[in-house]
């Protein structure tokens, strides 16, 4: 991997909000926790795409939970779900056009003794976990991972081929109507694994 890392800017999230998802993979999602720097390869992405899409909180339209999904592209959206699970998501595409791609797992690369510490020796392929193992909570709500000093970021990472992202529906969307419960906008590394 090369040494020299770059934050990915502003305008890649300002694009079709599946064309981030994919694109997503193999980037490095970088926390600065307590001091010490975490960093996980993101090996699963999930797109939620505008009002119109039944299984995106934006359904309902705009609520202070959901503001940040109108905003600026390349933005935090945490939230909590479950009644124990926070979830990452990065704002995508224009303003006033909500959406996002929810981070769903990572391969730690850096840090990796802290996120198992934090995940009592469990693994990070989830988005409950994912978060847990960083730290990411209500507190990184609307932060801007564009910003190269930000505590949590995304920075380029690895080009992952095609052939080894396969794409399926979204999981967990309950009572989800159809369309919107069969879109094939998941995107996951087989195995979980990039080799670096």
Same mark, same amino acid.
């Given at each position: 991997? @090369?040494?020299?890392?770059?934050?990915?800017? *502003?305008? =890649?999230?300002? #694009?079709?909000? $599946?064309?981030?998802? #994919?694109?997503?993979?193999?980037?490095?999602?970088?926390?600065?926790?307590?001091?010490? &720097?975490?960093?996980?390869?993101?090996v699963?992405?999930?797109?939620?795409?505008?009002? &119109?899409?039944?299984?995106?909180?934006?359904?309902?339209?705009?609520?202070?939970?959901?503001?940040?999904?109108?905003?600026?592209?390349?933005?935090?959206?945490?939230?909590?779900?479950?009644?124990?699970?926070?979830?990452?998501?990065?704002?995508?595409? #224009?303003?006033?056009? /909500?959406?996002?791609?929810?981070i *769903?797992?990572?391969?730690?690369?850096?840090?990796?003794?802290?996120?198992?510490?934090?995940?009592?020796? #469990?693994d990070? =392929?989830?988005?409950? &976990?994912?978060?847990?193992?960083?730290?990411?909570?209500?507190?990184?709500?609307?932060?801007? $991972?564009?910003?190269?000093?930000?505590? $949590?970021?995304?920075?380029?990472g690895?080009?992952?081929?095609?052939?080894?992202?396969?794409?399926? /529906?979204?999981?967990?969307?309950? @009572?989800? /109507?159809?369309?919107? $419960?069969?879109?094939?906008?998941r =995107?996951?590394?087989k195995?979980?694994?990039?080799?670096?």
């Amino acid at each position: 991997m @090369n040494s020299v890392v770059k934050i990915i800017p *502003r305008s =890649f999230y300002d #694009r079709p909000t $599946l064309i981030v998802a #994919r694109e997503l993979i193999g980037a490095r999602l970088v926390r600065i926790l307590n001091g010490k &720097k975490l960093v996980g390869l993101i090996v699963e992405t999930e797109a939620y795409i505008s009002e &119109k899409d039944l299984a995106c909180h934006c359904k309902a339209g705009r609520t202070p939970r959901t503001q940040v999904m109108y905003g600026e592209a390349g933005h935090a959206y945490v939230y909590f779900t479950y009644g124990n699970h926070w979830m990452l998501n990065v704002v995508t595409e #224009r303003v006033d056009f /909500p959406a996002a791609v929810l981070i *769903r797992a990572i391969q730690p690369i850096e840090g990796s003794e802290i996120m198992s510490k934090r995940r009592e020796g #469990r693994d990070t =392929f989830g988005p409950g &976990k994912l978060t847990q193992a960083m730290g990411i909570t209500r507190r990184e709500n609307t932060v801007d $991972l564009t910003e190269p000093a930000s505590p $949590l970021r995304i920075e380029a990472g690895v080009q992952v081929p095609n052939s080894l992202v396969t794409k399926s /529906p979204r999981v967990g969307l309950n @009572n989800t /109507p159809e369309p919107w $419960l069969s879109k094939p906008w998941r =995107f996951k590394v087989k195995n979980w694994k990039i080799e670096t």
